[in-house]
């Protein structure tokens, strides 16, 4: 697994690196051989230190924590904690999903450079390619979470189709399907 420490105006020092990699390869190569890569980033917030890992466990899954502490060993520490809490906790749930049942998608959101944001809204610019699984709706709620997103996109494996799950502002689930029909 490829591990990439970066710290935001930080120098994180070779023992801190060390225990760093240690920490975060023992947590998940102990649910997932064979996870690709770790980024893991350290910034300071006012007298803490704050750690956001992100993990692709080669799955199609991307899971994320993050820990904030008055060290940066600590930060690491509960961020550490909370990925094998959630590891723990979805390791029955997940499924292997073979590479044929993924399907690449390109997703391009495009503002012309000289469009002026309307009121305080931000210009949007993006574009990425990501894996379109094929998924149950219980499988993509759990992906969701395990990433730390808002909503998750997916082809709905009952009938192929896009489908759509989000936290609502209640807490509770959302789901959208338009092939749904009644």
């Not at 044929?100 to 931000?122: C, H, N, R, W």
């Not at 998924?135 to 082809?155: E, H, I, N, S, W």
């Given at each position: 697994m490829q591990i990439t420490l970066t710290g935001h105006q930080i120098d994180l020092g070779a023992s801190w690196r060390e225990y760093a990699e240690e920490a975060i390869a023992g947590v998940v190569t102990k649910y997932f051989e064979k996870a690709t890569e770790a980024t893991v980033c350290v910034s300071h917030e006012g007298t803490?230190?704050?750690t956001e890992i992100t993990v692709r466990p080669g799955t199609g899954l991307v899971i994320s924590s993050s820990g904030q502490a008055v060290d940066a060993y600590g930060a690491l520490d509960e961020a550490v904690r909370k990925m094998g809490r959630q590891l723990k906790k979805y390791k029955n749930k997940m499924v292997e999903h073979k590479a044929d049942s993924l399907q690449k998608v390109a997703v391009s959101v495009l503002s012309a450079?000289?469009?002026e944001p309307i009121g305080d809204a931000p210009v949007i610019i993006a574009e990425m390619q990501e894996d379109m699984p094929t998924c149950?709706?219980?499988?993509?709620v759990m992906q969701m979470d395990l990433?730390?997103?808002?909503a998750y996109l997916f082809r709905n494996s009952a009938h192929g189709?896009?489908?759509?799950?989000?936290r609502r502002n209640d807490g509770n689930i959302g789901w959208v399907d338009p092939n749904?029909?009644?």
């Amino acid at each position: 697994m490829q591990i990439t420490l970066t710290g935001h105006q930080i120098d994180l020092g070779a023992s801190w690196r060390e225990y760093a990699e240690e920490a975060i390869a023992g947590v998940v190569t102990k649910y997932f051989e064979k996870a690709t890569e770790a980024t893991v980033c350290v910034s300071h917030e006012g007298t803490d230190f704050k750690t956001e890992i992100t993990v692709r466990p080669g799955t199609g899954l991307v899971i994320s924590s993050s820990g904030q502490a008055v060290d940066a060993y600590g930060a690491l520490d509960e961020a550490v904690r909370k990925m094998g809490r959630q590891l723990k906790k979805y390791k029955n749930k997940m499924v292997e999903h073979k590479a044929d049942s993924l399907q690449k998608v390109a997703v391009s959101v495009l503002s012309a450079p000289t469009e002026e944001p309307i009121g305080d809204a931000p210009v949007i610019i993006a574009e990425m390619q990501e894996d379109m699984p094929t998924c149950t709706v219980g499988q993509a709620v759990m992906q969701m979470d395990l990433a730390g997103l808002p909503a998750y996109l997916f082809r709905n494996s009952a009938h192929g189709e896009l489908n759509m799950v989000y936290r609502r502002n209640d807490g509770n689930i959302g789901w959208v399907d338009p092939n749904n029909k009644k």
